[in-house]
């Protein structure tokens, strides 16, 4: 059981910046790849962004790419999702998730694959 808790949300303007952060327990963080997906009001959950197991592997969604960075740390446990230039098509709940026990360069885009997922943390842009 892998327990992930998400924080770093608020209220921003458009054009400000955020960094998310989820937390993962245990000592399998490393053999997991980390995703986060976010879910808007009225829409179904939809992939953000995705790090492999060692992190040299990084895949965005359109809407993100360029714009938001992931990254993780292996020694500590964590997933990073960095946001500039937010827009308030980014207001959305955001969930990490882990995939458990993934290959090493997988990057799973699905959230089906996902075997693990956080509570989320609210992310709300205003014009």
Not at 11 to 35: I, N, P, W, Y
Not at 47 to 70: E, W
Not at 79 to 91: A, G, H, K, P, S
Not at 107 to 114: G, L, Q, V
Request: hydrophobic letters at 35%; proline letters at 2%.
């Amino acid at each position: 059981q892998v327990l992930l808790r998400e924080s770093g949300g608020g209220l921003v303007q458009a054009g400000d910046s955020l960094r998310l952060s989820c937390t993962a327990s245990g000592r399998t963080f490393k053999e997991h790849a980390m995703g986060w997906f976010r879910q808007a009001p009225g829409k179904e959950r939809e992939f953000v962004a995705v790090v492999n197991r060692i992190g040299g592997n990084t895949v965005y969604s359109d809407a993100v790419k360029g714009r938001f960075t992931i990254s993780r740390d292996n020694g500590q446990n964590i997933v990073y999702l960095v946001m500039d230039r937010l827009n308030v098509e980014d207001t959305a709940a955001y969930y990490c998730a882990a995939q458990k026990g993934s290959d090493w360069f997988a990057t799973p885009t699905e959230s089906r694959a996902y075997d693990y997922w956080g509570q989320g943390t609210q992310v709300i842009v205003s014009s």
